[in-house]
């Protein structure tokens, strides 16, 4: 089933109207669809290197607006359903204790998930579910989801065809390390 969405998304790339096809995939990914917009983003700068950055922007807009969906998806969802079935089980408390944990450190936790491999559609309806600060989160989401898409485009854009490999396989772990590194280097900050 993945291999075929895959294909299906790939396909999309060469059509005479990518570019909507890149912001509805962009769009659904960040609440709901599994295959993330750089299968699309990737070929279409590699086959126009020239707009490039106007599909990173194209990617970002079209992600952060679907972030707001999968926001807005946690919200309804938990008031509506997710209550009722934790105050069933007796468990609510501890759903409150978790949104005010995750709210601390949300922003944080929206900035990882945009950048690296874990799927951002978790932490846009978490978001939404623990009622993460609104602005913090759209915020973080288009710093998080520009840094994304405008590295893949600018790796692509300056080195073409041979950054795609990197990119497919190892752009993610990049990524990871670099968060890593980041929340690494605050914590010694702040506690030395």
Known sequence: ?????YDWTMGLASHRHAIWALAAVAFIESSVFPIPPDVLLIPMVLAMPWRAFQFAAVAT?????GG???YLIGYGFMDAVGHPILEFYGK???????AQRFNEYG???VLIAGVTPFPYKVITIFSGATHLSLPLFIGVSIL???LRFVIVAALLWKF????RDFIERR??????????????????LRYL
Do not use: H
């Not at 609510?92 to 978790?98: M, Y």
């Not at 752009?171 to 010694?188: D, E, K, M, P, S």
């Open 1 to 5: 089933m993945i291999r075929g969405l």
């Open 61 to 65: 807009v079209a992600s952060v607006l």
């Open 68 to 70: 707001c969906l999968g």
């Open 92 to 98: 609510s408390g501890q759903f409150d204790e978790l």
């Open 107 to 109: 922003g944080w936790a």
């Open 144 to 146: 998080a989801r520009a």
């Open 160 to 163: 073409g065809a041979p950054i």
């Open 171 to 188: 752009l993610g772990l990049v990524f990871t390390v670099f968060v890593v590194g980041l929340l690494g280097g605050f914590y010694v």
